[in-house]
C-alpha cells in the first residue's frame, strides 16, 4: 500500500535561512509522482512543484527545489533564502500513475521567525 | 474563470441526518477527488474518479457516498453512518496529462 510520511509536525526557522521540509514515501509502483503544496491560513492548497519517478534530475521551481533520492524513498522540500509569507502548512503527495490515486502526509507546519 | 467551486463554505447539521457536499468544476478535467482535512492529520482521501460513472473508495470511504453522473460534477454525502463528520472538506481536480491537482475552497462541516 501507499503512504506518505511527514515526520516534522512543526518547524521554526529565521527568515532568510534556507529550509528542508522532509518526506518519505513507500510504494512497490515504478511509476509514480511526488507533489508538494502549500495550504496558508485561509486554507486554500496552492501547488509548488513535481518530481516524476522516472525525471533524472531534480524538479525546481524558484525558490523551491525537490531533493528526490529515488533508492532512499525521499522527496525532500528546500526552501532557499525564506521569506515571512512562506509561513504556512506543507504537505507532500504522492500519485499513482496508473489509476491517478493521489494521497498527502500529514504536513509540517512552517514558522518563519523575523 | 476556470476553476473548482464547492458550496456552501460552512455547513451546519444535526446528527443523524445525511448532507450532501456539492463540488463543480469547468477546467474539462477527467479526474476529481474528495479528501478530508483535520487538525494534525493531513489531508485524507474519501473518494476519487477518474472518468464519468465511475469511482473508487479512498483510504476513509467509510460513511460516506459520492456520485459522478456529470463530469463537472461529483457531490459527496456524508451520511448518518459517518462516525465523526465534522470536518474541512477538500475536493479537487485532475486534468488529462496534467500533474497538478487543483482544489476548491472547501467546506467546513460541523454536526452538532
Known amino acids: 500500500a501507499q503512504k506518505i510520511t511527514q515526520t516534522q509536525p512543526g518547524m521554526f526557522v529565521q527568515e532568510k535561512e534556507a529550509v528542508t521540509l522532509d518526506c518519505t514515501y513507500d510504494t512497490s509502483d515504478p511509476s509514480y509522482g511526488l507533489f508538494w503544496y502549500k495550504q496558508p491560513s485561509s486554507g486554500e492548497m496552492i501547488f509548488l512543484i513535481y518530481q516524476g519517478s522516472y525525471d533524472q534530475q531534480n524538479a525546481t521551481e524558484g525558490r523551491y527545489s525537490l531533493n528526490f533520492q529515488k533508492a532512499r524513498k525521499s522527496a525532500n522540500l528546500v526552501i532557499s533564502a525564506s521569506q515571512l509569507g512562506d509561513s504556512a502548512m506543507y504537505f507532500c503527495?504522492?500519485?499513482?500513475?496508473?489509476?491517478?490515486?493521489?494521497?498527502f502526509g500529514k504536513g509540517t507546519r512552517l514558522h518563519i521567525l523575523p | 474563470d476556470g476553476g473548482i467551486t464547492q458550496s456552501p463554505k460552512y455547513l451546519f447539521r444535526k446528527e443523524g441526518q445525511n448532507v450532501t457536499l456539492s463540488c463543480e468544476q469547468n477546467l474539462n478535467h477527467d479526474a476529481m477527488y474528495w479528501y478530508r482535512q483535520d487538525p494534525g492529520q493531513g489531508l485524507r482521501l474519501i473518494y476519487y474518479s477518474q472518468i464519468v460513472n465511475d469511482f473508487q473508495k479512498g483510504d476513509i470511504a467509510e460513511g460516506y457516498s459520492v456520485s459522478r453522473e456529470k463530469k463537472e460534477s461529483f457531490p459527496l454525502t456524508v451520511t448518518s453512518a459517518q462516525k465523526n463528520p465534522t470536518a474541512f472538506y477538500l475536493c479537487a481536480s485532475l486534468g488529462q496529462g496534467s500533474y497538478e491537482q487543483y482544489f476548491g475552497p472547501g467546506t467546513r462541516l460541523t454536526v452538532t
Open positions: 503527495a504522492m500519485r499513482d500513475l496508473r489509476d491517478d490515486k493521489i494521497i
